[in-house]
């Protein structure tokens, strides 16, 4: 399983929020966070951002595993979750 999905669980086990949960508050069915955490799929940067938002944590948290001071300001976390994608499509 990506490391993006482990810190999702480990975020969401902290504040006792279930996967269903998590999925409503981003506005997605469970079945889709589901079949992205299953196939092991990343986000797109707007989907991470609004993870990482109802988590309270930023994109660069959960891509990285490294904290920013700066959790307000996902430019540079969007473009390292990007480039994430891209390589992991390059892979398959």
Do not use: C
């Not at 669980?9 to 966070?33: C, G, P, V």
Request: charged share 30%; hydrophobic share 35%.
């Amino acid at each position: 399983m990506l490391d993006f999905w482990l810190r999702v669980k480990d975020k969401l086990d902290f504040q006792n929020m279930t996967q269903r949960d998590l999925a409503e508050k981003i506005n997605e069915s469970y079945n889709t966070l589901q079949s992205w955490i299953n196939k092991d799929r990343l986000p797109n940067a707007e989907q991470a951002v609004t993870i990482a938002d109802a988590l309270n944590t930023s994109v660069e948290f959960l891509v990285t595993g490294k904290s920013s001071n700066k959790k307000n300001d996902h430019s540079k976390t969007i473009k390292l979750l990007e480039e994430a994608i891209e390589n992991l499509q390059r892979e398959i």
